[in-house]
């Protein structure tokens, strides 16, 4: 019986104390929203916090929009429950940061102003391009703000201790969700309507410090449990987990080798290639990061931002490998999953069992677990806030301003419509995040990374880097891309004839990979080909100013 009250109190503290910091943490953040909206008087201060941020300030918040609900929880799950396979997700978004530092960054920043967009019309016919890139980037965004918001209700109702059967405020665990999803909605947009860039990037950098504060500490903890000695970590991990060896070798959830079936084994192997290429490359074509290289003052700046991201965010996914084996070995893959069965809560799971083990009993675990919480929501808030930002730029700068009005629309106008933008956004996504509870999260982020890599990474170095594109080849490229990437996910076991699909009930399934990649990003890049060779619009005049304003900065606003 004391047990059950001691269990329950610890419950009831851990629920407090999360609930605590996490309305600080809102109350924090939204002090420095009301504050930055007060230095907000221009377009070019709401869309690019009037270019005033240092590269270590604008890497840091280049670090807090990456370092998604996806990284922080998604990747230590993977890692606790496929081991050496999980690390890839790591190793994949570090190395993305590559092509985004030495093909986009300074080039990006350089030929545009506001949006990804200002590049592809620079030398350009206006309208069509910049609706294909509005249309592209509100996809893209909208993806990604599902994952963050679904994943926060479920995060919320888990650490809250909300499960079916039972209540929280007088609310079921359903009704607790919704509500939490729709208040994660209406604080990202007073962050983008009230602060625009300066209070997004501020919310940004408080988060970056947050999560590497909290992923550094639990990461210490583990390594002292196993006396600093990652062998002894490693071997825990593979013990526990109940796979052995081979949860510290590849093969255990990508390129899976099915014996006696070369054609299964074929797939599972094109998978791992196709999942790889859509990481590397979906960075540099993601819409709320390539708006992040325009907050700078010069391209210098730009590249200095880029260095300060991977050095945070390479540091982070090292931390990751700890989270993540010291999850396996310290809660178990069985545990893990009888929580979640993707293995989302991982890394909470960690922080109660490293409290429990450091802190001293049930109030320990509650007390990290708590801070951990925290820490989580901070993540979610500001990945959201910088995702509607971005969409709600492009529809008011790419769209409204330049296709609507043709240019002629005031500096007042256009920010106006853009925190209209924010709203209408941040509500659409808000309805569709409800609907959307039971899809997989990991795989709206993925689809949201490639995506990006099929649709605006094509036409961004085209552009760029080929003298001869035009109009008609960013068209087809975007829209080429967009369309094969989407149709291919819908027609793949990722939706629908598998057990694990959003439809298992159904089957429609043709495509046998579960990523599309490996086939729509060169699909998008031969669409751009096409479009530009059978059009006979060139403007060489035009190439060789983006050439010379990309490469050394001259006439950049």
Partial sequence: MNTVLAAEAGNTTARNLTITLFLVFVAVTLAITIWASRQTKTATDFYAGGRSFSGFQNGMAIGGDYMSAASFLGIAGMIALYGYDGFLYSIGFLVAWLVALLLVAELLRNSGRYTMADVLAFRMRQRPVRTAAAVSTITVSIFYLLAQMVGAGALVALLLGIKPGTTFLGMDADTAKVATIIMVGALMIIYVTVGGMKGTTYVQIVKAFLLMGGA???????????????????????????KGSAFL????????????????????????????????????????????????????????????????????????????????????????????????????????????????????????????????????????????????????????????KDGTASERQEVRVARVSALVIGA???????????????????????????????????????????????????YGGLISAVLLVFFSPVVSGAATSMFPDHDWQWFPLSNPGILSIPFGFLCGWIGTVISKEHDEEKYAELEVRAITGAGAH
């Fill in 216 to 242: 550094t500490i639990m990461t210490v903890l583990v390594l002292a449990k196993y006396n600093f000695n990652l062998s002894e970590l490693l071997g825990a991990a593979a013990s526990s987990s109940g």
């Fill in 249 to 404: 070798e590849p093969g255990l959830r990508y390129g899976v080798e099915v014996a006696g079936n070369t054609t299964q084994t074929f797939y599972n192997k094109m998978d791992l290639l196709s999942l790889g290429i859509a990481l590397v490359l979906g960075t540099a074509g993601l819409p709320h990061i390539l708006i992040r290289f325009y907050t700078v003052p010069t391209a210098k700046t730009a590249r200095k931002s880029v260095l300060w991201a991977i050095g945070i965010i390479g540091t982070f996914y090292l931390l990751t490998l700890a989270l993540g084996f010291g999850a396996a070995a310290l809660v178990g893959s069985e545990a893990i999953t009888a929580q979640d069965k993707a293995g989302n809560t991982a890394a909470p799971q960690l922080a109660e069992a490293l409290g429990i083990d450091f802190l001293g009993g049930d109030l320990g675990g509650a007390a990290l677990l708590a801070i951990i919480a925290a820490v989580a929501f901070a993540t979610i808030l500001a990945v959201v806030a910088g995702l509607t930002l971005a969409s709600s730029s492009s529809l008011a700068h790419d769209f409204y301003a330049n296709v609507i």
């Fill in 428 to 478: 659409v996504s808000i309805v569709l995040s409800i609907y959307a509870q039971n899809l997989n999260v990991a795989f709206l982020v993925a689809l949201a990374f490639a995506v990006a890599a099929s649709g605006n990474l094509p036409a961004i170095l085209y552009s760029l880097f080929w003298r001869r594109f035009n109009t008609s080849g960013a068209v087809w490229a975007i």
